[in-house]
């Protein structure tokens, strides 16, 4: 059973930055696409960016420009690099797989982002 374990959130300043970080158990890591998904208070969860096995990406509109999504399969790990952050990018981040490669893993507890000043 894969778990993920999200980590890197905070509070920051608008026009700062974060970097999130996901950690996934499991060897098959590295042959699923994996994303960044948030969800706002009272708003539905929804896909940031997405990365695929071979490194293809692929990003919401309203990050487009602002935030990178990069992996690391020796390490498990994808990141999320967010740039120019605003406040309505205040959510809770999680990180699971992307469904092109299959059905969501368990949700983990995700990492919360604020931005305000």
């Known amino acids: 059973q894969v778990q993920l374990v999200e980590s890197g959130g905070g509070l920051v300043q608008p026009g700062g930055s974060l970097r999130l970080s996901c950690v996934a158990s499991?060897?098959?890591?590295?042959?699923?696409?994996m994303s960044w998904y948030r969800q706002a208070p009272g708003s539905q969860r929804e896909l940031v960016a997405g990365?695929?096995?071979?490194?293809?990406?692929k990003y919401a509109d309203s990050v487009k420009g602002r935030f990178t999504i990069s992996r690391d399969n020796s390490k498990n790990t994808v990141y999320l690099q967010m740039n120019g952050l605003k406040p309505e990018d205040t959510a809770v981040y999680y990180c699971?797989?992307?469904?092109?490669?299959?059905?969501?893993?368990?949700w983990g507890q995700g990492t919360q982002v604020t931005v305000s000043s």
């Open positions: 699971n797989r992307d469904p092109i490669s299959g059905a969501f893993y368990g």
């Open positions: 499991g060897s098959i890591f590295r042959y699923n696409a």
């Open positions: 990365i695929t096995s071979s490194r293809s990406t």
